[in-house]
T-cell receptor
Framework: DAGVIQSPRHEVTEMGQEVTLRCKPI?????LFWYRQTMMRGLELLIY????????DSGMPEDRFSAKMPNASFSTLKIQPSEPRDSAVYFC??????????????FGPGTRLTVL | DQQVKQNSPSLSVQEGRISILNCDYT??????FLWYKKYPAEGPTFLIS?????DKNEDGRFTVFLNKSAKHLSLHIVPSQPGDSAVYFC???????????FGKGTRLSVIA
């Protein structure tokens, strides 16, 4: 299996522009997570999906952030409009349907976003 | 408010010696703990975990210790190798279907 795939790997954009990050989870995994990593806050959970349905989006910082999962093999995280403080590494992770969400999550390589 | 705290942003250890990474948590309801390892330009990967019913779990060179009364866990790496140089994240979970809470990470440098 190719693992969790994220694109793009790097994104540089100007303040005010729309940014879309993409994720393909591991085939057969029922949970998908979006995280953001910054020096100040570490690894924060933004939102997660179960069977394509958003379960908890309380970590989404503002209305400028939105996430969708139109099918089991694809998810997007959109920031509109982007701001310099959104600069971070964004990770997507997936895991099998299990009793507890503690079971191993597999992370993608991340997208490094820089907003100028 | 950080529920999972890794108070040392970085740690430097000589090759062959023991590395000890520490993690504190505030929520006494956490009952499962994990360590993830992250290399540059890669996503975190699962390393080792421990349930709150245990106080130690060992996997090769890696051992995690849990002290529930102190709300503290630690990861021991013996012997440390240069390939262990990475950022280590501590994570915790409440019972039931709730997501992981991660610490900010500790950057370990193992010097040859």
């Amino acid at each position: 299996d190719a693992g969790v795939i994220q694109s793009p790997r790097h994104e540089v954009t100007e303040m005010g522009q729309e940014v879309t990050l993409r994720c393909k989870p591991i085939s057969g995994h029922d949970y998908l997570f979006w995280y953001r990593q910054t020096m100040m806050r570490g690894l924060e959970l933004l939102i997660y999906f179960n069977n394509n349905v958003p379960i908890d989006d309380s970590g989404m910082p503002e209305d400028r952030f939105s996430a969708k999962m139109p099918n089991a093999s694809f998810s997007t995280l959109k920031i509109q409009p982007s701001e310099p403080r959104d600069s971070a590494v964004y990770f997507c992770a997936s895991s099998l349907a299990v009793i507890r969400l503690t079971d191993t999550q597999y992370f993608g390589p991340g997208t490094r976003l820089t907003v100028l | 408010d950080q529920q999972v705290k890794q108070n040392s942003p970085s740690l430097s250890v000589q090759e062959g010696r023991i590395s000890i990474l520490n993690c504190d948590y505030t929520n006494s309801m956490f009952d499962y703990f994990l360590w993830y390892k992250k290399y540059p330009a890669e996503g975190p990967t699962f390393l080792i975990s421990i349930s709150s019913i245990k106080d130690k779990n060992e996997d090769g060179r890696f051992t995690v210790f849990l002290n529930k009364s102190a709300k503290h866990l630690s990861l021991h790496i013996v012997p440390s190798q240069p390939g262990d140089s990475a950022v280590y994240f501590c994570a915790a979970n409440l019972s039931g279907n709730t997501p992981l809470v991660f610490g900010k990470g500790t950057r370990l440098s193992v010097i040859a």
